[in-house]
């Protein structure tokens, strides 16, 4: 039988439970497509892949094919819109087998469903990859998912419930079904320069999860430093590896689990699993929203903005505007990344402060972040506007106090912003 694995975030060999399904067939192709829409001006003005993400899943793609390799397989890279690219490579080679990774979003699975209703007489599996845990082994329905974080993580932390143990990267692969020039990747755009500190690749993200757990032991101070807003140890950062699915959110759960027993066990060794629950939440939050995950439905206290793109635009560079916010504004689109407070405060402001509507600003972080998942983006923009898995009517944050907490010495906004 021969199998066609179409790859989405999944960009691993280590704990992928849908490359393990896909290599039982006799013969197998890996594939992977860029979306031209990718590249292309959303409503906002921004396109949805920006210049951060847009190297790091480059590298990312390049790694696991000379990963692949070592395994007699190899990945081919597709030019192309999915639903029409997918069909095509299926019905080229007569597969009889398409797997991919099961999408947590809305546009995505609808995208799935395109594809698998192409494909009468093909089967079509979808895999769990992304999340913790598989929905059969959630202790409640997902049309009954709890409408909290604290309600989601009392019954997910019960006694006998645990994540999966993660898969071991597979000894062999089947062979690699032909498919003359396919390979379109010199037809993708190549990415241009970019300053974001993270390297993609599974060997990368395995890397760096081994000096911040195991070398450096940051992870005992994590809870007391992580709201730093610009310092490299302050907090896991291992978002990018995630998003992109180099690294898999069981691994992480497995390799905290093996330094509380092997190092130490604090609070801080807790609170990066704690924050790995809130990443699992939103998984799971959006796959049960569904298209509201963009939406503001009625909800009581619900913010309205405006959604003039060109004025948020100027707001964002405007002197007028608060200077913590602006140096945000370059860090982020400098580098790609914000730490998890900043990222916070500059949706608090950009909804509160700058009255604008919540969808631009999770659109603007869409196309600069390099770890952008589209389930805690637009899960936690909702969640600061009060119009999504928050009772208490969105997050307002003082800028004059959030300063006095976090740059109080001006440090922060005098690197960004250049000051003298």
């Not at 704990?15 to 990718?38: F, H, T």
């Not at 990859?129 to 329905?141: C, G, I, Q, S, V």
């Not at 974001?196 to 430093?225: C, M, N, V």
Request: some cysteine.
């Amino acid at each position: 039988m021969t199998t066609v694995y179409w790859l989405t975030r999944d960009l691993r060999l280590d704990d992928n439970p849908a490359l393990q399904e896909a290599a039982k067939g006799s013969a197998l192709v890996c594939v992977y497509m860029i979306d031209p829409r990718w590249f292309e001006p959303g409503p906002c003005g921004w396109s949805p892949m920006g210049p951060h993400r847009w190297a790091f899943t480059w590298r990312s793609l390049i790694a696991l094919d000379a990963a692949l390799n070592t395994l007699g397989q190899q990945l081919v890279i597709r030019w192309q819109r999915p639903e029409e690219g997918v069909p095509e490579v299926v019905k080229t080679l007569g597969a009889q087998r398409l797997v991919a990774s099961r999408p947590a979003a809305f546009d995505e699975m609808r995208q799935w469903q395109t594809i698998e209703a192409a494909l009468p007489f093909v089967r079509c599996d979808l895999i769990e990859t992304l999340t913790l845990f598989d929905e059969a082994d959630l202790p409640f329905r997902l049309d009954a998912l709890p409408d909290t974080f604290s309600k989601f993580r009392r019954s997910i932390e019960k006694p006998d419930l645990a994540s999966l143990a993660p898969l071991d990267k597979p000894a062999a692969l089947p062979a690699a079904a032909t498919l003359l020039d396919a390979d379109q990747r010199l037809a993708s755009p190549m990415p241009g320069q970019s300053e974001t500190p993270f390297a993609g690749g599974e060997a990368s993200g395995a890397d760096h999860l081994e000096r911040y757990l195991w070398k450096d032991q940051s992870i005992l101070t994590y809870k007391i430093t992580r709201n730093a807003l610009d310092n490299a140890s302050a907090s896991s950062k291992v978002s990018p590896w995630l998003s992109a699915g180099a690294l898999s959110a069981r691994r992480l759960a497995a390799e905290i689990a093996r330094f509380e027993g092997e190092v130490d066990r604090n609070e801080s060794t807790y609170w990066l699993y704690f924050e790995l629950l809130w990443r699992e939440y939103f998984q799971w939050y959006s796959r049960h929203r569904g298209r509201e995950l963009f939406l503001s439905p009625g909800h009581k206290g619900q913010h309205t903005g405006s959604t003039d793109a060109v004025e948020f635009r100027r707001w964002l560079k405007d002197a007028a505007t608060h200077s913590l916010v602006r140096a945000g504004r370059v860090q982020l689109e400098t580098t790609g990344y914000l730490s998890n407070r900043m990222r916070q405060i500059i949706a608090s402001a950009c909804i509160y402060e700058g009255h604008f509507d919540w969808r631009l600003g999770a659109a603007w972080f869409e196309h600069f972040l390099v770890d952008y998942d589209v389930a805690s983006n637009y899960g936690n923009w909702q969640y600061i506007a009060g119009v999504g898995a928050d009772p208490r009517g969105g997050r307002v944050f003082n800028l004059e106090k959030q300063v006095s907490q976090f740059d109080a010495d001006g440090s922060y906004r005098k690197r960004w912003l250049k000051a003298p």
